[in-house]
Nanobody
Framework: QVQLVESGGGLVQPGGSLRLSCVAS????????MIWFRQAPGKERELVAG????????NYPDSVKGRFTISRDNAKNTVYLQMNSLQPEDTAVYYC??????????????????WGQGTQVTVSS
C-alpha cells in the first residue's frame, strides 16, 4: 500500500519557521520526483516546491523562492520542506505528492501521482 505521511505543521507567528516532513512507503521513492503543494480555503491548489528524483533539480514559484527549501533523503524515503520567514499568506494545508518520470512528463502542477493527507500550517499572530 502506497503511503505518504506529512508531519511538522502547526501554528507559527509571522516571520517564524517550520520544517515539514513527508515519509513515503510502498513504492520506489528514489525514482520519483517529490512535490509540495498547498491549498488554502477557497483557493486553488498551488505548487510550492518540487525536487527531482535524485535531488539534482528543484522548482519553486516566485512566491516562496528564497524562503522555502525542499530537500530529500532517499535513504530515509523522506522529503522535507524548510519554510522560513513565514507570512499569513502561507497559511494552508500542505500536501506531499510523488510523481514518477512518466507522471511528471515536464508537468509539475498536475494532480497525478501519489498524495498524502496533508498537514495544516497556520501563520498568525
Amino acid at each position: 500500500q502506497v503511503q505518504l505521511v506529512e508531519s511538522g505543521g502547526g501554528l507559527v507567528q509571522p516571520g517564524g519557521s517550520l520544517r515539514l516532513s513527508c515519509v513515503a512507503s510502498g513504492f520506489t521513492f528514489r525514482t520519483y520526483a517529490m512535490i509540495w503543494f498547498r491549498q488554502a480555503p477557497g483557493k486553488e491548489r498551488e505548487l510550492v516546491a518540487g525536487i527531482t528524483n535524485a535531488g539534482t533539480n528543484t522548482n519553486y514559484p516566485d512566491s516562496v523562492k528564497g524562503r522555502f527549501t525542499i530537500s530529500r533523503d532517499n535513504a530515509k524515503n523522506t522529503v522535507y520542506l524548510q519554510m522560513n520567514s513565514l507570512q499569513p499568506e502561507d497559511t494552508a494545508v500542505y500536501y506531499c505528492n510523488a510523481k514518477s518520470l512518466w507522471n511528471l512528463a515536464g508537468n509539475w502542477d498536475s494532480g497525478y501521482g501519489y498524495w498524502g493527507q496533508g498537514t495544516q500550517v497556520t501563520v498568525s499572530s
